[in-house]
């Protein structure tokens, strides 16, 4: 972009850009493909025996999106129909959208339609949420009731975000999945003029960035967050907030990770705290765009996907912190795959992307090794310390 964020120089511009858009590494962070090819490749990185593990884990964290699909064969689940048969609406036709990343997807009709507070609603988007966490390194747990709270602080911003309609679960052989009911937003979108919009104006990436780097910054201008209950997102009010957070994850019986955290966290330089913003952490990929042919733009319609939305503090958004901050998400990264050791050495895992958590630990603790800020173990010398201690009497 050519202008810089107001009150910025250009290198802080620049960060804030770089944050703002999920600038803190995203690989590995696509989850896991029921293709067996794409598996193996998404296993590079990981060392043989944790790959073995990680191939014997529980379906709910091991592909578990195609069984379902089978299970479904492309049919709305019951408790969807009950759900808004329930507000008086009825599903009138359903069409299945698409299994992907985390979710399963449909676009229904609803006649008569759903009313919510004076407003009427013909149209709907069904997602059936496929894990319990996610892999983006602020965040963790994911929910209907945090994706609303999100809704709620974006709004107040002026971001535009879908409705939540309605929420529940889905109850199957392979367990218990949340799904949610939002509102169908229409974009605008004609293919022709999408064509021609690509043909004439190529750079829609530089238009994404700027679009979402102006919707970071009326996130950033919400009224002050600090002493209002931001429940259930999660918060992190300082860099040692996130850290601390992330020591509640580590099991007892990884007594290393834990060890290294805290010297981490002891040689911070002290640093003073900016205010609390709220944090989407993937807007690039979540921005609703319709092509604007008469300024050769592209116009946004919504921002959708909130559930690793974070409360955070704006030092993130600092030059100056920002390698304290990336830092600390490769630390995350370990943390979370110290926290699914322990569910795989108890049996109690998640629904969860497993390899993906498994890939990313494998990175971040080779590259803390090399920073020389803790001692490189494989995940499945992990899981079997942690097998050790639930043993233990």
């Known amino acids: 972009p050519n202008a810089n964020v107001a009150g910025m120089s250009r290198l802080q511009t620049c960060c804030f850009f770089l944050v703002a858009l999920g600038g803190f590494d995203h690989a590995g962070a696509y989850l896991?493909?029921?293709?067996?090819?794409?598996?193996?490749?998404?296993?590079?990185?990981?060392?043989?025996?944790?790959?073995?593990?990680?191939?014997?884990?529980?379906?709910?964290?091991?592909?578990?999106?195609?069984?379902?699909?089978?299970?479904?064969?492309?049919?709305?689940?019951?408790?969807v129909h009950d759900t808004l048969e329930q507000q008086g609406a009825h599903v009138a036709n359903y069409t299945l959208y698409k299994l992907s990343d985390d979710r399963i997807t449909w676009f229904i009709d609803m006649q008569p339609m759903l009313r919510i507070e004076g407003k009427e609603f013909s149209r709907a988007v069904v997602q059936i949420i496929l894990y319990d966490v996610n892999l983006l390194p602020f965040s963790f747990f994911v929910?209907?009731?945090?994706?609303?709270?999100a809704y709620k602080l974006a709004n107040r911003a002026g971001v535009r975000t879908p409705t939540m309609l309605a929420d529940g679960q889905v109850h199957t052989d392979f367990g218990n999945y949340s799904?949610?009911?939002?509102?169908?937003?229409?974009?605008?979108?004609?293919?022709?003029?999408?064509?021609?919009?690509?043909?004439?104006?190529h750079k829609k990436d530089l238009h994404k960035v700027k679009l979402a780097s102006h919707v970071q910054m009326q996130l950033n201008a919400l009224p002050s967050l600090l002493h209002e209950d931001t429940k259930p997102l999660p918060r992190f009010e300082s860099l040692e907030d996130f850290l601390a957070w992330q020591k509640t994850l580590v099991p007892p019986a990884a007594k290393s990770i834990a060890k290294s955290l805290d010297q981490f966290v002891s040689n911070l330089p002290r640093?003073?705290?900016?205010?609390?913003?709220?944090?989407?952490?993937?807007?690039?990929?979540?921005?609703?765009?319709?092509?604007?042919?008469?300024?050769?733009?592209?116009?946004?319609?919504?921002?959708?996907?909130?559930?690793?939305?974070?409360?955070?503090?704006?030092?993130?958004?600092?030059?100056?912190s920002l390698g304290a901050w990336t830092t600390?998400?490769?630390?995350?990264?370990?943390?979370?795959?110290?926290?699914?050791?322990?569910?795989?050495?108890?049996?109690?895992?998640?629904?969860?992307?497993?390899?993906?958590?498994?890939?990313?630990?494998?990175m971040g603790a080779r590259e803390l090794e090399k920073k020389g800020l803790m001692k490189y173990q494989s995940w499945a010398s992990l899981v079997a310390e942690c097998q050790g201690e639930a043993r233990a009497p």
């Open 179 to 201: 799904f949610t009911i939002e509102e169908f937003i229409e974009s605008e979108v004609n293919p022709e003029a999408q064509k021609l919009m690509t043909k004439r104006f």
């Open 32 to 79: 896991v493909s029921s293709d067996p090819q794409e598996s193996r490749d998404q296993s590079a990185g990981i060392d043989p025996a944790s790959c073995a593990l990680v191939d014997r884990a529980p379906l709910n964290a091991n592909g578990v999106g195609s069984r379902l699909m089978d299970m479904f064969n492309t049919q709305l689940p019951r408790e």
């Open 143 to 149: 929910g209907p009731q945090l994706i609303k709270q």
């Open 328 to 362: 600390a998400s490769l630390f995350s990264r370990v943390a979370k795959g110290a926290y699914l050791a322990d569910g795989m050495a108890r049996g109690v895992l998640p629904n969860c992307p497993l390899r993906q958590f498994v890939r990313l630990y494998e």
């Open 271 to 320: 640093s003073t705290p900016g205010h609390p913003v709220l944090y989407h952490q993937d807007l690039m990929r979540n921005l609703m765009l319709s092509p604007d042919l008469q300024n050769h733009a592209w116009h946004l319609d919504a921002v959708i996907d909130w559930q690793t939305a974070v409360v955070i503090d704006s030092s993130v958004f600092s030059i100056s």
